[in-house]
């Protein structure tokens, strides 16, 4: 890695460091953040010293936590927790070490970057609070630039994104819908990620979902409205007797936003065809996560996605893997475009536009 003091200095304002995606044939490999996970951080503030964070909690239902410590001379050491739902809003990125404990409030975050902070990238402008001072951070791709972080036994390879006119540097690590902080400079203050150690972490997996009397059953369209959807839609209409398992020879690779749900029996949309459509605007809401496949300006109406928007999250299903997707059932309807030919696949996009149109994106 260059030199931080010449190289950003006189090159960036913003860096943005993104995992490459694995071949989904090989899911274990797939770099991941659970329980246990530990980042390691050089920080330089007057003095050098390791700042090493430990996942203890990461809870899409509940909480992000993690214990902390320091390797400086009188070490330090604390907790810090927020809520899950942060990672959606948070408009304030804490930064410098705490005294010791800490809750953070709905607005703050630390260590993770919230999707409010990092949906204008493809616009190449972000805008949000560092330590309680408002920063403007400027993303434009630089190619050429590389940084190895390790994980576990293999480095992993980073790109860098780069851009000019500014004094504060920001980098984050992409790992599947989790942005993590990768590199801060800010007046001296400097935060570095030197690894990611995954030797005790714990990845998502499936649980047994206990059916019951009304709990736990998926939420299916009535016989009536089934027929009619088939007449209308019939390629649409696919996915509610669609086995994404393949009668259990396909392991679901993690536990869906859906799964969660139908445990506690909390809201869901009123069928699989609803839970579908609705996955696609989510999908294109955070198209800053895409910016490949979901390019333009278009903005999503109350009733209205046109076709040629679909097909572009469409190829998202096709080329991102499922951990990097968002949605109530991102793997399911990941399997269901991929079990499509083209040809059907644009059908498909047909008929999600016309269903919009009558019924819009129902999530209950």
């Not at 909480?63 to 902390?68: C, E, H």
């Not at 705490?98 to 809750?103: A, Q, W």
């Not at 190449?124 to 036994?153: A, M, P, R, T």
């Not at 445990?263 to 699989?272: D, F, G």
């Amino acid at each position: 890695m260059k030199n931080h003091s010449s190289f950003f200095f006189s090159q960036i304002a913003a860096l943005i460091i993104t995992v490459p995606a694995l071949a989904q044939s090989a899911p274990d490999a797939t770099p991941f953040i659970g329980k246990n996970s530990v980042l390691t951080y050089k920080v330089k503030d007057g003095v050098s010293y390791n700042y090493i964070v430990t996942i203890t909690s990461l809870d899409e239902k509940g909480d992000i936590a993690f214990d902390w410590k320091t390797n400086e001379t009188s070490p330090r050491r604390g907790h810090s927790s927020m809520s899950y739902s942060n990672l959606d809003d948070a408009t304030s990125f804490l930064i410098k070490i705490p005294g010791g404990n800490e809750t953070l409030g709905k607005d703050d975050s630390r260590i993770f970057l919230s999707d409010a902070m990092t949906k204008h990238i493809t616009d190449h402008l972000c805008e949000f609070k560092v330590d309680g001072k408002d920063q403007s951070f400027i993303f434009v791709k630089k190619s050429g630039e590389s940084k190895k972080i390790n994980y576990g036994n293999d480095p992993v390879e980073m790109d860098y994104h780069s851009g000019e006119g500014n004094s504060a540097y920001i980098g984050i690590v992409d790992i599947g819908k989790l942005s993590l902080l990768g590199y801060f400079y800010y007046k001296g203050l400097e935060f570095d990620l030197l690894s990611i150690n995954n030797s005790d972490a714990t990845r998502e997996i499936p649980v047994q979902v206990e059916k019951s009397e009304g709990k736990g059953e998926p939420r299916k369209m009535g016989s009536i409205d089934l027929i009619f959807a088939k007449i209308m839609w019939p390629t649409l209409a696919k996915i509610e007797d669609y086995d994404p398992t393949n009668g259990g020879r396909v392991t679901q690779p993690f536990t869906q936003t859906y799964d969660y749900r139908l445990q506690s029996n909390a809201e869901l949309p009123p069928s699989y065809v609803d839970a579908f459509v609705v996955d696609l605007k989510y999908i294109y809401e955070h198209r800053s996560k895409y910016p490949t496949y979901i390019t333009g300006n278009y903005t999503i109406q109350e009733k209205y996605m046109s076709e040629d928007e679909i097909l572009k999250v469409f190829n998202v299903y096709l080329n991102v893997n499922a951990t990097e997707l968002y949605g109530y059932r991102p793997w399911s309807n990941q399997q269901f475009v991929k079990s499509l030919s083209e040809a059907d696949r644009k059908k498909l996009a047909n008929e999600s536009s016309s269903y919009i149109m009558m019924y819009g994106f129902k999530e209950k």
